[in-house]
């Protein structure tokens, strides 16, 4: 459990653009034997929601917002040596964003928890065209595909991508999620059977 | 060595690189296809807009001394995009896509290492000279008249060499200590890279369909969609217009920015018709709320979905039922609006104000009753700075008179006082 205490200060700081007390943090965190679920929650996620809030209400800029994502990603990528947790599970997953969808924050979270847990994780990253999709799912032959949105206006795309990935891979397990979602909308994922809402870190680590 | 020679020394590879990149040949030889020089100004549009934006906001002493409106080069690009609209010149993505990617390294320099901004203006500043050169390479390949769809190139016309001179002294003036030389060359050395990306995108170009990208709307407003179909890009910018024309602030408080900001998100509006309406009213409620906490109370968006829903039914009249779904959140946000405060009373308010105030202010500031009613009653369902961001302009001294300010005080009072009846 992170304090809120430290959880303010670590938002003072991204809100800051201050590396360097952001870095200090998480080494602290990791070096200290957090919990990589919690890290990410408590202090990664909540942080970015907190600055998208403050960023909705005019009170950050746009540049100041990207500066923020820019360091949560180096966080993450500092927290990856700390993935490794030994298990192997020997499972795959393909994890991707859909065309035009540019935030990759939380689709790469749920790729490094996955890792956590002994799967090979392929993370696509940012805007993935659908082609390029179905070429990994082809090459890698994955156990799970994770799709994630983090805008809901990008839902077409979502769809489009779902509508292919389905049609040619129509026995596959498919995880979608993201901030999209947080006020509700899943419904659009009804039609697509093998397709399921992922709510949380929490429910990914429940059901692996 | 002063940071102007700095500087040449620094970039002399980029530059023999970047002008034997095949882009720079075709244009020499004039078989550069006009596609590829649209996009080109379309591309440089972004970037110019988001530096020139971060340079006229930066508080960074050094440069405030160096930067300075005569500088900026959007508006050159613009007028010749405007030339070139006519002609259907379908958008470049990757040449965009390069363009953002410089875009995003501007708005994070700008908070983590400001100086860089002026090792991109050097580079940005200093392509004046090549294209001054290149001009008339222009104006034959596509048989343009003066200096039509050219400005850009044309920049400081034959006082190209002078300003660049000025520029040179300014710079070596201002930054003068070697210590403050770092982030300039880091930040000019970004520019080439990222600019040789863009030019190998723009030729050959790829094929592709013809897509519309919200570049060539707005070139400040990132990645988001917009119709496919021109015919309803050009209701969507018709409804903005309305908009602006029924709400004179708009044009006072945001100005062309602003206008292309309005076209841009309006565009976007009209792409949600795809979606059903529970998730369609979830994007506007979301709109509502950044936009009212910005200064723009959701009476603006309220009318501004009726006129959307009218133009785009007028252009696709085949869509309408899709189009009746911006009308129904239009009558959401307007039930909302008067569920504290009867329809009645919200008119009567809004108009008193006009009573108030001199008949001069009236015309020029059209329907601010209105506006100070309905950020008031958002405010109050809700939207934190909805009030705040609106009254803060309204009483600026420097902008209004005393009489303005007292009448717009006196509309807040009494409109907060009818919503907490």
Redo the contacts between chains.
């Keep these: 459990m992170i304090k809120d205490e430290l959880y303010q200060a670590y938002l003072h700081a991204i809100l800051n653009?201050d590396r360097g007390a952001c870095l200090n943090i998480v080494t602290n965190l990791l070096e200290n034997k957090i919990n990589i679920r919690e890290l990410y929650t408590q202090l990664f996620q909540k942080s970015m929601y907190r600055i998208g809030e403050l960023w909705?209400?005019?009170?950050i800029s746009?540049?100041?917002e990207?500066?923020a994502t820019?360091i949560t990603e180096n966080m993450l990528s500092l927290s990856y040596p700390h993935l490794v947790s030994g298990s192997q599970s020997a499972k795959k997953v393909v994890i991707s964003c859909t065309a035009?969808e540019?935030h990759q924050i939380g689709g790469k979270m749920v790729a490094d928890i996955l890792e956590f847990h002994g799967w090979d994780a392929h993370f696509l990253g940012a805007n993935t065209p659908v082609d390029e999709l179905l070429q990994c799912i082809d090459e890698v032959k994955p156990d799970l595909i994770g799709l994630s949105l983090a805008i809901?206006?990008?839902?077409?795309a979502l769809e489009t991508t779902l509508d292919a990935v389905c049609s040619h891979y129509p026995n596959s397990d498919i995880l979608v999620g993201g901030h999209a979602f947080i006020?509700?909308?899943t419904s659009?994922l009804n039609k697509y059977s093998g397709t399921h809402y992922l709510e949380s870190l929490a429910q990914l680590e429940k059901n692996i | 060595m002063e940071i102007m020679a700095i500087l040449k020394a620094e970039t002399a590879d980029y530059h023999v690189k970047l002008e034997s990149l095949p882009y720079f040949c075709e244009l020499i030889a004039h078989r550069l296809p006009l596609e590829c020089y649209v996009n080109q100004l379309r591309a440089l549009s972004v970037v110019h807009s988001v530096l020139e934006d971060?340079l006229a906001t930066s508080t960074n002493q050094q440069i405030l001394s160096v930067w300075n409106d005569d500088l900026r080069k959007l508006p050159l690009l613009l007028e010749d995009l405007l030339f070139f609209e006519p002609r259907v010149c379908s958008d470049n993505i990757p040449s965009i896509d390069s363009a953002l990617s410089m875009v995003?390294k501007i708005?994070?320099i700008?908070?983590?290492r400001p100086l860089s901004l002026l090792g991109y203006l050097y580079v940005m500043e200093g392509s004046t000279l090549g294209n001054y050169m290149h001009q008339p390479d222009i104006t034959e390949s596509y048989h343009l008249g003066g200096l039509n769809g050219s400005q850009y190139y044309a920049g400081y016309k034959d006082k190209v060499r002078s300003h660049w001179q000025q520029f040179a002294d300014k710079m070596n003036r201002v930054i003068s200590t070697p210590a403050l030389y770092p982030p300039i060359i880091e930040g000019a050395h970004e520019t080439f890279i990222g600019l040789e990306k863009l030019y190998r995108s723009l030729f050959p170009l790829k094929k592709s369909n013809n897509t519309f990208h919200v570049a060539r709307i707005n070139p400040e407003a990132g990645?988001?969609?917009i119709p496919t179909d021109k015919r309803e890009i050009q209701a969507a910018l018709n409804a903005s217009n309305r908009c602006w024309s029924e709400y004179p602030y708009y044009e006072k408080r945001y100005g062309k920015r602003g206008k292309r900001f309005s076209d841009s998100d309006t565009c976007?509006l009209a792409?949600?018709t795809?979606?059903?309406q529970?998730?369609l009213q979830?994007?506007i409620d979301?709109l509502c709320?950044?936009l009212a906490?910005?200064g723009m109370p959701s009476l603006l968006l309220e009318s501004l979905l009726y006129y959307l829903s009218q133009e785009l039914t007028t252009a696709v009249p085949e869509n309408k039922g899709l189009y009746q779904k911006l009308l129904i959140s239009a009558d959401r946000l307007k039930l909302n609006r008067l569920k504290k405060i009867e329809e009645q009373i919200f008119r009567n308010l809004a108009e008193e104000f006009d009573q108030f105030v001199e008949l001069d202010m009236r015309d020029e500031y059209k329907k601010i009753g209105f506006l100070l009613v309905s950020a008031v009653v958002d405010e109050n369902n809700g939207i934190?700075?909805a009030l705040n961001?609106l009254h803060k302009w309204l009483v600026d001294s420097d902008r209004f008179p005393d009489g303005w300010i007292a009448a717009v005080e006196k509309t807040i009072n009494k409109a907060t006082s009818k919503v907490s009846e």
């Design positions: 653009g909705e209400m005019n009170k746009v540049a100041r990207h500066l820019a035009n540019y809901y206006f990008n839902l077409p006020c509700g909308g659009a | 971060q995003e708005r994070l700008s908070i983590e990645n988001h969609p976007w792409t949600l795809a979606l059903d529970i998730a979830k994007q979301w709320r950044v906490a910005r934190p700075e961001s």
